[in-house]
């Protein structure tokens, strides 16, 4: 049975960031890391997540909260809004507990270093 990829492209998981998030293949493009980074808060792979932020600002990220934060949410579905090759504005969709649904709404800065995509940063939109 196929799984469709969390990240919302309608790929199945096998053929869209699955190979990204075991880190058998890199993202070519901003967007496709920003949807496997999605992928990788939706399922808990917080390893991934840490990996791929840029070395120069993953000091302002803390595995315990990006693992709480992960794990505290049921992750609905990905919205992208805008995709440029280095900046991608998304809403993530989730719900936490019983509460109404919510939306993380991020304008995103990504950064293609020594051959490899980063997340450098983020402005939240609201």
Same mark, same amino acid.
């Given at each position: 049975?196929? /799984? *469709?990829? !969390?990240?919302?492209?309608?790929?199945?998981?096998?053929?869209?960031? $699955?190979?990204?998030?075991?880190? %058998? +293949?890199?993202?070519?493009?901003?967007?496709?890391?920003?949807?496997?980074?999605?992928?990788?808060?939706?399922?808990?792979?917080?390893?991934?997540?840490?990996? /791929? *932020?840029? !070395?120069?600002?993953?000091?302002?990220?803390?595995?315990?909260?990006? $693992?709480?934060?992960?794990?505290? %949410? +049921?992750?609905?579905?990905?919205?992208?809004?805008?995709?440029?090759?280095?900046?991608?504005?998304?809403?993530?969709?989730?719900?936490?507990?019983?509460?109404?649904?919510?939306?993380?709404?991020?304008?995103?800065?990504?950064?293609?270093?020594?051959?490899?995509?980063?997340?450098?940063?983020?402005?939240?939109?609201?």
């Amino acid at each position: 049975m196929k /799984t *469709t990829c !969390p990240c919302g492209s309608k790929l199945s998981h096998a053929n869209c960031c $699955e190979p990204l998030l075991l880190e %058998n +293949k890199t993202a070519e493009t901003a967007e496709q890391l920003m949807r496997s980074r999605y992928s990788a808060y939706s399922i808990g792979k917080v390893d991934y997540l840490i990996s /791929t *932020t840029h !070395p120069s600002t993953r000091h302002r990220f803390s595995r315990k909260e990006i $693992e709480a934060w992960s794990k505290s %949410n +049921k992750w609905l579905k990905l919205e992208i809004i805008e995709s440029l090759p280095t900046v991608v504005e998304f809403k993530a969709h989730y719900m936490q507990g019983i509460d109404p649904p919510k939306v993380h709404h991020e304008r995103s800065t990504f950064v293609l270093d020594n051959g490899k995509w980063y997340y450098l940063d983020g402005i939240f939109r609201n």
